[in-house]
């Protein structure tokens, strides 16, 4: 008798599917959430690079590169993508996370009156930078895992309105 009950519950495929939904569930939600958080990653990783180096080539073709003004306009420019902008490109980002630098290049001439580099005695070149943790779209919190911070820099040699 305990034969054949233990056989027929064997045997029984009733439910298979259940217990496989219940298996295979949860890898494919994390999958999928995974690829809609990293996406989103991807992309505010894209606007942040994409402001710094737009700041960068603003500062480079100006006539006054080390102008206050130019540096605040710079680093609206980068979090806004307007001078006078108003709307973030990432949440939370603001003009206060950028960094303005500039590195003047000893350029001299040689023997001949030829330089290194193409230009002047001295080369100036500006670096915008930024360092700024994303505020993720909450799949790391439910893994228990924090949002990477991203660290982006871009460097364009001086040139002015030329």
């Known amino acids: 008798m305990t034969y054949r009950i233990l056989r027929s519950l064997w045997c029984d495929d009733k ?4 217990i496989e939904t219940a298996i295979i569930l949860p890898v494919l939600f994390i999958l999928v959430f995974g ?8 992309c505010q990783q894209h606007l942040i690079s994409t402001g710094i180096r737009d700041a960068a080539r603003y500062i480079a073709h100006s006539t006054t590169p080390n102008d206050p003004t130019i540096k605040k306009d710079a680093k609206y420019l980068a979090t806004t993508g307007e001078i006078d902008g108003h709307t973030a490109r990432v949440t939370g980002w603001t003009a206060d996370d950028v960094e303005i630098s500039y590195a003047f290049i000893n350029n001299p001439p040689d023997g001949h009156g030829f330089t290194t580099f193409r230009g002047a ?3 100036e070149s500006v ?3 930024t360092t700024f943790t994303v505020p993720p779209l909450g799949f790391f919190g439910i893994l228990g895992l924090t949002p990477p911070t991203f660290k982006v820099s871009h460097q364009e040699r001086v040139i002015g309105s030329g």
């Open 127 to 129: 670096t915008v930078s």
């Open 35 to 42: 690829v809609f958080e990293f996406s989103w990653l991807i």
């Open 15 to 18: 439910g298979t599917a259940l």
């Open 121 to 123: 005695a001295v080369i």
